[in-house]
């Protein structure tokens, strides 16, 4: 059908994989240096296709970035100290850091904290609402809500223990 098959990768390396992704290497290697096509969406993911053996001509450099809206919504004045509204925005799992942005709030005892998104620890989230009145759920929002709750804040946190691209910082400045 003389079709082409191009991969996107955005994967990284790890001092010491698992056991799984052990066992998965010489079949991900093999594939990506047989694609037609690479995007690696940063400097980072090139480095490790040229390492197994990808041939750099066959790589296209395609970066993640936000969907922006249209007409993003007006911001009001910045709050500070106790009127400061911090936001939260992702998935609601270990490597996140949602436990310890929520024990680091709990610490500081400054402003409101504002919580975007779903997952498996959604409850440990939702004792935390229901233990402090300035912890504020608004579960998964997309577009136009979205939009607003970035321009409602006044300070981005990301809490990651690891990130592959971090959109949510390129969603927030847009």
């Not at 698992?18 to 290497?25: E, G, I, K, M, Q």
């Not at 409850?123 to 998964?140: F, K, M, P, W, Y």
Request: with cysteine; glycine share 10%; hydrophobic share 40%.
């Amino acid at each position: 059908r003389d079709w082409a098959v191009a991969t996107w990768w955005g994967s990284f390396t790890r001092p010491h994989p698992t056991l799984p992704r052990r066992l998965a290497d010489p079949w991900v290697k093999y594939f990506m240096r047989t694609v037609d096509a690479c995007l690696p969406y940063g400097q980072r993911h090139v480095r490790d296709l040229v390492e197994m053996g990808v041939d750099p001509a066959r790589m296209v450099l395609a970066p993640i970035t936000a969907l922006t809206p249209e007409h993003p919504p007006a911001r009001g004045p910045a709050r500070s100290g106790d009127e400061t509204r911090f936001l939260f925005v992702g998935r609601f799992i270990e490597r996140k850091g949602i436990e310890t942005l929520l024990e680091a709030f709990r610490l500081g005892g400054l402003g409101e904290l504002h919580l975007v998104g779903d997952g498996p620890q959604l409850e440990t989230v939702q004792r935390s609402a229901a233990n402090d009145s300035r912890i504020r759920l608004s579960g998964h929002l997309s577009g136009q809500a979205l939009s607003q709750a970035y321009a409602e804040a006044d300070a981005l946190i990301v809490p990651s223990l690891y990130e592959a691209w971090g959109l949510v910082v390129h969603e927030g400045l847009a």
